[in-house]
T-cell receptor, first 112, second 114 residues
Framework: GENVEQHPSTLSVQEGDSAVIKCTYS??????FPWYKQELGKGPQLIID?????GEKKDQRIAVTLNKTAKHFSLHITETQPEDSAVYFC???????????FGSGTQLTVLP | NAGVMQNPRHLVRRRGQEARLRCSPM?????VYWYRQLPEEGLKFMVY????????ESGMPKERFSAEFPKEGPSILRIQQVVRGDSAAYFC????????????FGPGTRLTVT
């Protein structure tokens, strides 16, 4: 089955700096890669996703890149703000399987 | 436009009791997924259902756990004879269609077994 590894497990940045979180996956059939933000006591919130037919996608301060050859994808947050502090999860899915396989999460702390 | 709804938000059960967790998908969504999140860990897939059908239950423990999504009403995740190891947050997600589509998560039910 699919295995998703996520690094780093914790990340602290100064407000205004950029943050990068990286994930690798094992199943070459995976073709959908969402990122979720989870605040304490809440459910995961979909913030951006990318499909295997594109290499990069951007939405305001958030961008995701995908390298299918190397089987890795990354989340980039620019101009970080304190409200970006949360746990971020990457995930992967092969269309036929539908289930999402999640990484272990990154606790991002943005220091004011 | 209400999101995915789950209830109860918190549930306390003694060992050996039954737990029933409910999930109402977003309006217009007919696909429901259940995931479990243990403390300090990521989410693990349990089961994928469409109305009246279990599509994929490869992540469900073989015993004590069952799920349904009836024609009318919410999806239900049922855990019989709960044990301490069942204590976790259980999340439901829904999506609008088959194939590649986004999954939107509810707020979760936090189950504590005493």
């Amino acid at each position: 089955g699919e295995n998703v590894e996520q690094h780093p497990s914790t990340l602290s940045v100064q407000e205004g700096d950029s943050a990068v979180i990286k994930c690798t996956y094992s199943d070459s059939a995976s073709n959908y890669f969402p990122w979720y933000k989870q605040e304490l006591g809440k459910g995961p919130q979909l913030i951006i996703d990318i499909r295997s037919n594109v290499g990069e996608k951007k939405d305001q301060r958030i961008a995701v890149t995908l390298n299918k050859t190397a089987k890795h994808f990354s989340l980039h947050i620019t101009e970080t703000q304190p409200e970006d502090s949360a746990v971020y999860f990457c995930a992967a899915s092969a269309g036929s399987a539908r289930q999402l396989t999640f990484g272990s999460g990154t606790q991002l702390t943005v220091l004011p | 436009n209400a999101g995915v709804m789950q209830n109860p938000r918190h549930l306390v059960r003694r060992r050996g009791q039954e737990a029933r967790l409910r999930c109402s998908p977003m309006k217009g969504h007919s696909h429901v997924y259940w995931y479990r999140q243990l403390p300090e860990e990521g989410l693990k897939f349990m089961v994928y259902l469409q109305k009246e059908n279990i599509i994929d239950e490869s992540g469900m423990p073989k015993e004590r756990f069952s799920a349904e999504f009836p024609k009318e009403g919410p999806s239900i995740l049922r855990i019989q004879q709960v044990v301490r190891g069942d204590s976790a947050a259980y999340f439901c997600a829904s999506s609008p269609a088959a194939g590649l589509s986004e999954q939107y998560f509810g707020p979760g039910t936090r189950l504590t077994v005493t």
